[in-house]
């Protein structure tokens, strides 16, 4: 008989015992509204929307949602009524020709030109990061107490550097070392010194991500270097770091693209016209931003490729990491 | 239900484009100073009365300069008390079009900032800036109000104070403000043989030079007499280059119409002497300095 | 004491060496204390081991047969106590445990491979950098010891692509190359699926009936009956019982042996 707060058509309560409310058991919602069945009547584990339910439909769902917002966007952006002056303000085709190009006798450089001078103090600093970064990690990582001393120094390297807005160690460098008159060091170029601040900088940082993929090297890694009796030396060379690095390949990147960025500070110093001096010199005389919009796509032409490659490393090496784990 | 997704999507692209051409109709900025899409009202006649709508702030003449602002184009860095060159002209501006001094409101612009699309938060500004064609493209300019002067500068004793025929000059490293013609100079007319360093702004040209970073600098002439006479007492300025016909004008959004305004007030000034007496009072232009040749 | 380089034409397993001088123990461990922190881990371990037996440890976690084979292979030094290693002690200061570690091989329980070397090259590693063995010296080591296992086909594999038992099985040839006095092997099943164990412990049975002297700490008892001369049972740090299997087994002394193996056998390890 149907008991006390039954709800729609098609079910069918469970009986209850004697002396006890009548129970609606295991259904807290009630019957299902679109299949209309009981608890284990209909189907009650299919999905409630149509459009997720399949993949092609889900597929379908997603890319006609985002074309919509994207549409919507470009068209907001294409409608504004300041759109005509953004445009011809940001993305004149003209004026990024000749801010690509340069013209030193109307007063601006090249950006191209410019954008080499980024890409060879990337590389240069890239280098010595990867060593001097290595190297303070090594330190930091050691036990012994003969080296106490430097650990010491390595971790007051690292917290200063990592601490202290990396413009002004440029403009210390860049500006106090020929102040100080000392032979050699302070008759260096200009981009000598930003390279030397980007490199003394960004070790600190790179040598905690370096410290990072060490300690995620597993345990018996080393120790079964060790046991079969290789060197310290020799293990970290041929065991350890080969994992430690491969680890810490995504966290690398992310520095190496922040690098390739800063590498534009160094044109506070003055004579080193890298590509977004050149695009703030061109802006400032011709009052025009296409300048920007050239180093913009310029240094995501560097990145991107940067970034695909590493994800290609990422992939090929993910296999071979997970060795030893059945 | 997939009918009640596509629906919500293509709303979304409708909204869009809705919002778009609602936009389309309200006028920028919502004001007759500058032409656009829903501004009609022609300016026509420059009494105090009829320019008020075509102010910034009606009742106010709003003034833009940098910060911070230099001498002799301002004076203790405030440009309200109506000394420098560029503050008199404000003012003396300001008085042809019926303002008082005390309806003069002053904003700080940074030189970067000034030309930027988009609307401004002032009626001009005064700010050392030369008018090049290029220029006039994003911006509008008003008649030139000076005529600016290259002049080199370096310390006292150096090489180049002794040595500077043309050939020599190419061998210097120069110091240059990024935004003024000073380095479009020294490219076009030097050719030296070393790129020239180039700085944000005037106070780094002049760390450069008393750090021995830079041989010279090159900035307008009575920037560099202020400089050399009063700032850096080991400075000197070495000689002016020839003429250069170059102006100083006064910076309004693009389309402003208050610049018809404000270019018969100048023209006023200029016939009446009044801008000659300011540059003698504030800019000390000496007949004496050498002219070098590049 | 002499040593025996590899000339390339040894066989395969390593033939049984010659007996330890003075006393002609393999190993012997004199009251060894270690402590980690404030965790007393071994409490005074005395365990005298003779060339070519097998001893396997058996005890539970945290008994301390993982630390006491790694003060053997000397991976952590001991807080009191001695070594002596066929005859030489190598708990004195001025030894350099490098040399020490060369003699001994050491297999853990997981992770042993290098994961980004083929299997050759992991096996080859240590006697090239190690002992100063030509590339090509190396490698006719290995691949006999990997054809003599069933491994030589899997020489050019990375780890990733062998079984766990395959790997361990690498793991322990590994080891071998470098021709090793004494084998010390941690739990190198534990971590195995069941189907996998098999394979592994016929790698072990060859080696002792090779005569190799080796110490195994394990779980599987049934196979410590069977392989081992001497079991020896730690608890919290102290050994404490040793014997043939059959009395440590059948009738065991201690309290404390009993319950362990009766616990043992109910977990089905027996």
Redesign the interface.
Known sequence: MPAEGSTSAGVTPLPSAPGLPPAIVGSPGGPDPVTGGGLLGGDPFRRR???FRTER?RVV?ST??T???L???V??F?????SR??RS?FFNAHDMWRAFIGD??????SVGKGILLNIEMFLVAEVLILVLALVIALVRQSRSPVLFPLRMLAIAYVDFFRGVPLILVIFAIG?GL??LYLPVISYQSAVVYGVGALVIAYSAYVSEVYRAGLNSV?F??I?????????PR?ALR??VL??AV?TIIPPLLNDFISLQKDTALV??L??V?EAN?AA??F???????SGFTVAAILFLLLTIPLARFTDHLIAR?R???????? | MIFRRLAVAVAVVVAGTGLGLAGMSVPSGASPRTEGPGNTAPLRSCTYSAIQPFLYSPGHLTVATDAPAYAPWFEHNRPSDGKGYESAVAYAVAKRLGFKPSQVKWVVETFNASYAPGPKHFDFDINEISVTKTRAKAVTFSSGYYTDEEALVALKGSPITKHHTPAALKTYVYGAEIGTTALQYINSRIHPIHTPATFTTLNDVKSALVDHRIAAFVTDTPTAQYIATTEIKHATVIGQFPVSNQHYGLLFQKGDRLVKCVDKAIAVLKRTGVLHRLAKKYLRVYTSIPVIKP | MSQVAGTGTEPSVPAPRETGAPDGRALRIEGLHKSFGANHVLKGIDLAVDPHEVICLIGASGSGKSTLLRCVDLLETIDSGRIVFFGHEITREEVDEVLVRRQMGMVFQAYNLFPHMRVLRNVTLAPVKALGLSVREAEERAMALLGRFGLADKAGDYPDRLSGGQQQRVAIIRALAMRPRLMLLDEVTSALDPELVGEVLDVIRELASGGMTMLIATHEMGFAREIATRIVFLEDGVIVEEGPPSQLFDAPADDRTRRFLGRAVGAGRG
């Open positions: 929307s149509r459009l439909g769902t006609v949602s074309l919509a917002v549409g919507g966007i068209t907001a294409l409608l504004a009524p300041g002056q953004v303000v030193p006798h109307t007063g601006f450089y500006f020929p102040a597993p018996s890694q120790a079964s270097a060790r046991s079969l009796g290789l060197r020799t041929y065991v080969p994992q491969r044109a506070v003055g004579v016209i001096r703030q010199i802006s400032s005389t011709v009052f025009n931003y090496d296999a071979r990491r997970l060795a030893g784990s059945t």
